[in-house]
């Protein structure tokens, strides 16, 4: 069966998400740890995450992936913000073992100005700092647009990152589809010839999680910018191929398109009929 899902609000907590999940025929989901542009975090509610385990088992919702807020930049110029995107991410790990077994994606981080080599250095070593042994969470470094000083616009730099980390097993990557169409992966026209650089370049089996989104802007663009499914310059019979694909079908997909519960529950619908299609 396809695991597919979308973002969700994280504001009512974890069973609010299971239900929402449910609600639309997803079975797992996307949230925000905290506020996305913030570094504040509620306290976790103990009881909430009990009953949201049970109703997890029972609706077979997982892995969910948890998302880091995407303004924190492990890979910054100034030491106080390094600091920070550390510190946080490592709170978000101990937060997330209390759902153990899920995943958890963020931004490699901008060098601004420092060039690709020292963010790259940057950002293993934060990883290289809060990862742990014991850990039951998988870190998924996000493929980006390649926007401005952006890290992880090319598979390659992915690459360096994780040849970089101790704890191999703890770190995978997450595809998002209109961040490497954007970075002038051509999804639409070439995906066996992307699959395969993947494949070459990072390795299939780092790969944990798919961000199935359009994308507003052309190939190469740079510019980030997510559209409604079959609303983009990707299409929706190219993004059907990408959940489709033989070496990705067993991978769970979020949808992080601009949408509300019901366009998500449309398109969680129309990716399950082009899925059972094959
Ligand atoms: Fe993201
Ligand atoms: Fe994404
Ligand atoms: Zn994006």
């Not at 997803?26 to 009881?47: H, M, V």
């Not at 950002?123 to 969470?137: D, G, S």
């Not at 770190?171 to 992966?185: P, Q």
């Amino acid at each position: 069966m396809l695991k597919i899902g979308c973002h969700l609000s994280s504001s009512k907590g974890y069973q609010a998400m299971a239900r929402m999940a449910v609600s639309i025929k997803a079975d797992t989901f996307q949230f925000f740890t905290r506020n996305p542009r913030g570094t504040k975090a509620k306290a976790i509610n103990e009881e909430d995450v009990e009953g949201f385990l049970r109703s997890a088992n029972k609706e077979k919702i997982w892995p969910i992936l948890a998302h880091a807020p995407y303004i924190l930049n492990a890979c910054s110029k100034d030491e106080g913000l390094r600091v920070l995107a550390r510190d946080t991410m490592a709170d978000d790990l101990a937060r997330m073992e209390h759902t153990p077994g899920n995943m958890y994606n963020f931004h490699p981080g901008c060098h601004v100005g420092q060039g690709t080599e020292a963010g790259i250095i940057y950002i293993a070593a934060m990883l290289e700092q809060i990862l742990k042994p014991e850990q039951h969470t998988v870190m998924l470094l996000e493929t980006m647009a390649g926007k401005g000083s952006e890290i992880g616009g090319r598979f390659e730099e992915l690459r360096e990152i994780l040849d970089r980390v101790t704890l191999k097993d703890h770190v995978g990557v997450c595809l998002d589809t209109c961040h490497i169409w954007d970075g002038g992966y051509d999804i639409a026209g070439h995906l066996d010839e992307v699959v395969t650089e993947f494949d070459q370049v990072i390795g299939l089996k780092k790969l944990k999680a798919i961000h199935l989104n359009d994308s507003q802007n052309p190939l190469g663009a740079r510019k980030d910018r997510h559209a409604r499914i079959g609303e983009g310059k990707i299409g929706f019979e190219a993004l059907a191929r990408v959940v489709c694909h033989p070496a990705l079908r067993g991978l769970p997909f979020y949808l992080e398109t601009p949408n509300e519960l019901d366009g998500y529950a449309k398109e969680i619908h129309m990716m399950r009929e082009a899925w059972e299609k094959g």
